[in-house]
């Protein structure tokens, strides 16, 4: 975190000790939460996501900037169109529950929407 050319993970260097196994991590809790609710999974430039309906969810690091994007974040935008809503994995780690209610109301906010 000292180091200004760090951008967990976002330049797709996973091999931080901090990192190691977030890809993965956040493909189990995305997968997990699309069985819970049924979402459908999707892949977005190597991150995990889900579509329901019209709504693409993209599921990001909580460190990531999604008002600032660039690198994998940025190209996963593009993928999933400029309507992206986010949930960071601490969230669906933590509030599945409350993340499906946020996103099944359509939140648009600075929290949720790009």
Sequence with gaps: MHNKGYQSGLDSNFEYPELKGWIQSAKELTEQ??????????????????????????????????????GILADAIVEAGKQAIFIDTFNLLRRPGWCHQELGLGVEDDIWAF
Excluded: C, R, T
Aim: aromatic share 16%; hydrophobic share 40%.
């Design 33 to 70: 939460f699309s069985s819970y609710f049924g979402y459908e999974n999707v892949n977005w430039a190597g991150i995990p996501g889900m579509q329901l309906g019209s709504q693409n969810i993209i599921v990001i690091h909580p460190l990531w900037n999604k008002d600032n994007a660039n």
